[in-house]
């Protein structure tokens, strides 16, 4: 933890992500708390950043073109943003780890279809696979969710399927066979706790190419819908406004590439630490 | 190795064959219905009922797919439902121009992204390669469609350099053939470069990484003591043989690629088959959607095909153990 700590990558990208987190769950007390308010919309709507509207509210990243304050609404998308991505993973490493450990303990025509259907997902194009699903069901949050987890489970199968086969013959394992305990609890008492390192190496990338993933289902308006405000829908709304009020689309893309590469940092400096063997010179 | 490439062969057809079943399953599950998009409210029960029977789409579904493959196999991609158009001449007028958009940009970024990496790798915990790291890091996290919006506002908006949208200027065909490369090459240059900066942060990043890896290796060891200068150890003992993974990589990452030109493309307004795509899907033009899955799902396979045979051919090694 201490090394962690002292990592610079790893102390940007928890303080980022820190601070956005606090920012998502207290953000009633760090913006107006109106994210879809629209007041007096001719009065207020393209104030530029950093100045006040004709009402004298200061708006800091400015405001909309139905004068609602961009901050508040990056800062309440931010709940949004980073919710889809977080349970988006937690789905894709649920499914992940399961497909992986069963195909990579139990040999035979089980494994050897799981590992088809993996490399076969892993071919498709995502986008693809995201757009015919997105596009064809009616848009929702919880689709996105669902999507984003179904199609983002392959990578991780491949990880844990490695690390299960590898620890599968080591004397520990062998160990614990021999005084008689179940296979299904070798698996999950003895492997799976070894085999975890770099899921969570990898689902802390995964989060951030969620994200991505979600505000660029957004962005064609297949993903969260307005109001509820999301980092793709405020990209996307900003998209029309973008020769009278550049900021719109701006800022909530500034916030997403700070996300991101934070998540990135923190996995690289992740992997570093939990796995020295992988560790570069 | 004949024996290997016939097995993967096999592979890549199963995959593109799932990747058909899967969409045509899924275009079918799903709700909405292209006659109803077509004829609009006002049309009857009857209508609707005849245009179904017209594009055979109210038989069963395996006897539609069996039909829809037989076809395939003929040469026949169908009509679109929304256009009228042969398919065959819809997906013929874009397919080249997403190509030549991947294509450059695949090539573009790993050069540049090869060239970075080496030297990060050359230069290891040094200030260069911890800037150099910020940067890779910065451009693999940009959103395709977010950078593409930024260009089209500084290039477009305000410097009034470049075009934002299309493949050609609405004058293009009355221009002189100079003329017509420049007009081409402007407007290729904002989904180009959007494409392209992308890229060069996932081949950087890896690039680095096989790169030490390879630096680690006696081999490199005995170069140096042999009193190679260190510009020969990199360029000609280090590079060639990190080659082997990044080649891999790059045809592993063709998926990913191509999902993003679709973003890309969408937001340019390129005529390419992402776009394409994406009108399908809406309009529910399920020819489209099969032909343009099925397109995709082959390049993507022999794109993967192509890197294998290209470490094979770079690594003796990856030739003897498939043997």
Redesign the interface.
Known sequence: MTRLLRDGRAAFGAMVLLVVLLCALFAPLVTNGQPAAQRDIVATRFVPPLSSDTRGEFHALGTDRFGRDVWTRLVYGARVSMGVGVIAVMVSIVLGVMVGAVAGFWRGPIAMTLIGLT??V???????LL???A????PSTALVIIVLGLTGWTSIARLVHGEVRALAVRPFVEGARAVGAPRVRVLARHILPNALTPVIVAGALGI?NAI?LE??LS??GLGVQPPTPSWGNM?AS??DV??NA?WV??AP?VA??LV??AC??LGDALRDVLDPSQQ?? | MLARLAHRLF?GF??VL??VT??FL??HA???DPIELMLGQTATAEQVAAQRRALGLDRPLPAQFASWLGRLGRGDWGTSIARGRPVRAVLGDAWPATVRLVALSLLLSYLIGLFIGAIQAAR?RSRTDTILSVTT??L???????LA??L??VFT?WARWLPAFGAAGLDADYLSAGAWMVDRLRHLALPLTTLTLIGIGGAARFAR?AM??T??QPFITTARAKGLVPRQVIARHALRNALTPIVTLLGLSL??L???A??IE?VFAWPGVGRI??EA??ARDYPV?MAA?TV??VL??AG?LLADILAAWLDPRVRSASA
């Open positions: 490399d076969f892993l071919a498709i194009p995502r986008v693809v757009l015919l699903i596009a064809l069901w009616q951030g991505t505000a660029g962005y064609f990209i900003g998209r973008l020769v550049p689309a701006a893309g997403l590439v991101v590469v990135t940092l570069l010179p | 592979a199963a995959v799932g990747v899967l969409t899924l275009l799903a709700p909405g290891s890091v910065t693999f996290a940009l959103p395709g469609f977010w919006l930024m089209v506002l908006y990484g030490l890896d630096l680690s998926p990913a191509f999902s993003g679709v973003f969408a795509l994406v899907v809406q959607v899955t995709s799902a993507v396979v993967n």
